[in-house]
């Protein structure tokens, strides 16, 4: 079949295509600076357990432990996380049961702050009261990631030990992530078990006044979440993939169980296979959206879809159609893109042609660009430029 190129088109692509990688490569930030950047907040959305030693061992020590619980939950700022705090020592009581309120979060704060400790450290009494309520959701239908961040101090009796690894599978087995704060004279190798591993144990050897050190470490380890999507706007009824940028990729007990998500409405959600993982963004195949004008949300699941991260994130549908002339669209993108107001990850590089909405054959927008579609020529680059990355993609589609 005849290209409907001519041949000085195809040169004027070939010389811009050519420009943007030089200018990407020699303008791109190292990936370093952007890791060196130290977390303070998560965005992600999923519900959190505190389970929380109030036995005896702990009675001299309950504020640390307490503003410890306050300041980290401060940090878990999405509207759509819920939280849930629990206490065990000879028995497990939930203080506040899974809630998104805020209000009710502090109320439950100040409920905490009052608690006694004494008793035993019956760890598996605190993880029976949080299963309770992730099989409660999860069987009930909703299938929200949880997270568990259990705190204790000494050493687990053999009994106690046992009993509180089988309440930590049955959580996993649930789907639910589970993190243990030793602070002092804790047993590693027991946390190390109950915990998904020994990279999900947080050890806190100065005491109970170095709990609020530990803070952002626990943060960075234990935030999963979705912050953007590129491109956001695509052309209904073309084919396309994702970049989902965020944070937390790899805290998943096996990241060829990660999925990306798209919930194309209250009954229909697809699940997608990533085709390139990394701990700050994934790099998905995505459905045909055939409406123009629909909103797909954009959902994570680190288990194979058992359970998945929520967010407010979203990708749009719009009319599309090729502009007259291609080239010029190129230049445009290659000038822009030199000129640093393209967005687009310095890792990640989507070039095609811009879009132009039906209604408006002149208004050209730099967020229409279609990653991986059947219209025109499309060139999607996914070589990650830092040494040690697990591969790259790149796919080149044309229709005449």
Known sequence: MASCWSSVEKAAFLCCFLLAMGSLICCARPEEEEEQ?????????????????????????????????????????????????????????????????????????????????????????????????????TYGGVRTASVIIALTDGELQDAQFYYAEQEANRARNFGAIVYCVGVKDFNETQLSTIADSIDHVFPVKGGFYALRGTIDSILKKSCIEILAAEPSSVCAGESFQVVVRGNGFYHARNIDQVLCSFKLNDSLTI???????????????????????????????????????????????THCRVPPFPFLSCFLFCGWQSAGLLSSPPQLVLLSFLYTDWDHPFHCSSDSLSAAGSGSSVVVLAPLLHSGDQGAASTTTSRA
């Open 271 to 317: 699940n997608e296979k990533p085709t390139f993982v990394h701990d700050t963004y994934l790099l998905c195949p995505a459905p045909v959206i055939e409406d123009a004008g629909q909103v797909v949300f954009l959902q994570v699941s680190m288990n194979n879809g058992l359970t998945f991260i929520s967010s407010s994130v979203s990708i749009t549908s």
């Open 37 to 137: 950047e130290e977390q303070r907040s998560c965005h992600g959305a999923f519900d959190l357990y505190f389970v929380l030693d109030k036995s005896g061992s702990v009675k001299n020590h309950w504020t640390e432990i307490y503003s410890f619980v306050e300041s980290l939950a401060e940090k878990f700022i999405s509207p759509m996380l819920r939280m849930s705090f629990i206490v065990f020592s000879s028995r497990g009581t939930t203080i506040m049961k899974l809630t998104e309120n805020r209000e009710a979060i502090r109320r439950g704060l100040d409920i905490l702050k009052e608690e006694l400790p004494g008793g035993d450290t019956f760890m598996h009494e605190g993880f029976k009261r949080a299963n309770e309520q992730i099989y409660h959701e």
